[in-house]
Each structure stands twice: as C-alpha cells, then as structure tokens.
C-alpha cells in the first residue's frame, strides 16, 4: 500500500521523490535541517496565516527569521534575495496564495522555496516548492491522525530527507487518498454555504479558494452574533488574533474540522 500512496502523492505534488515522516512538526524540521544543510541562513515566513513551530524551529537550529508583511497571510512582495521562503500555500487553511506569481519572486531573486501543502494539497498550489511537505494528523484534507510527507524534485534533497523516514498507517492514508476529491468538494460546500449566511460581515478573502472562513468583528455585539451563528449551526471556532489565523479581531470558522 505504501507504493500506491507513494505514486498518488506524486502525482498530487508533481515531485519524483516521497518521503514519510511521523508528523507534520517532524517535516518542518526536516526540511530546515536540510536547508541549513544547503548553507542558508534567512528563512522568510508569513506574519500571520502560518504554523506555530516555524519560528521554534528556526531558533531552534539558529537561523534567521524574517518576518514578511503580508496582507492577511497572502505574500505578494518579496525584496529579500538568497534566501529561503517557507510559507503555507494555503495561508491560514482559509486563502490559497498567488503560487504563480510567487514562483516568479522566487526565481528572479533566487529563493529557496519549502512549501507547506498540508491545507492546498489536491490542488495546484501544491505542486510549487524545491520541497513541499503536508501533514496527516487531526482535521487535515488528508486526515489521519499520523504522519507527514516531504516530497523533491532533486535526488540529493531526498537521500537527505529519507533519514527521517518512517512506516505510517498507509491503508488509512490510502483510503483517504482515494476520497480527497470529495473531502474538497465537501468542504467547498460549507464554506460556500457558510460566506453567503454571512454575507452582511466582512470575511476576510472571501472571493479566494480556501477551506475556513475567516470574519472580522468590530465590536462585542458582532462577536456575540458569530459566535452564536457557530453555536446554533454546530460549527467550531477559533477566535483571534492568532498568528496560525490572522492577527486581527475576527471568529474563525474551522470548515476543516468538519468530517465529510
């Protein structure tokens, strides 16, 4: 079964090489080891619509962070030149970035690309990156409560990477592999159901692609009102700032929790 997710996971990045890994957490690291690796020191990461343990791990192996300014977790102007980008291609699990015009940026001022996948993939946005890697774990697209993957073009990147490399529940992975489709189509559902219930609010991108629906509110009574709009509709929410979201006052909607 590992040989079928192998082939549909390279299929759905466009990258030759895959390798498992026991968490997402585990790919992130794996994939800065690997840069720093590769002799870079900068690492570029959204300030805001990103993941918890990019900066730890930046730290951690004494890197340097630099923060982009972004308009709510979408990247559009990149100065910084050899340097590495590691942002999450759907920014926030609620708005897919502009990947075309980021491979631009990328190539013109020649940028290290790690792309986090876990909530694009089984899109294109999921297939741009030198390295992409999406986790496995609790209310993913691909939802199996274990695992990561770390997926390259280039053969040295992976006989790196493989030395993270472990067996994961591949059936499970498999079975999910197969109903991605419909989990999308699933979740394109709600967060349309969702945006046109709110319509008089203001979301945040609501014209982009994406999986939550993110709404500001501008005083408490507006909060209240979302919150129980979540209540009476048994959606899960969040409530920020919170960097993995935005970091403005607004009652995310966590579409992804829902199971199909």
Known sequence: MKKECTSKLQEL?????IVFV????????AALKLLKSLRY????????????????YIEKLKLNEVKLKTDYGLVSNIKEKDSCLLLTSMAGYFALQDMDNIQKIVKKNKLFLINDASGSIGT???KVGDVVFGSFGRWKPLNVEEGAFIATNEKKHYDFLKEFEVDINFEKLHDKLTNLKDKLLFYDMWRNKIINDLSE????HRDKLGINVIVKFSSDSEKEKLIKYCNENNYEFVECPRYIRVLDNAISIEVKRLEL
């Open 124 to 126: 294109e946005h999921a």
């Open 201 to 204: 609010y203001d979301v945040i």
């Open 13 to 17: 990045t466009g990258k030759n090489h």
């Open 41 to 56: 020191e900068n690492v570029l990461i959204q300030d805001q619509g990103g993941w918890l343990t990019y900066s730890k």
């Open 22 to 29: 026991r968490r997402g957490n585990t790919a992130i690291l």
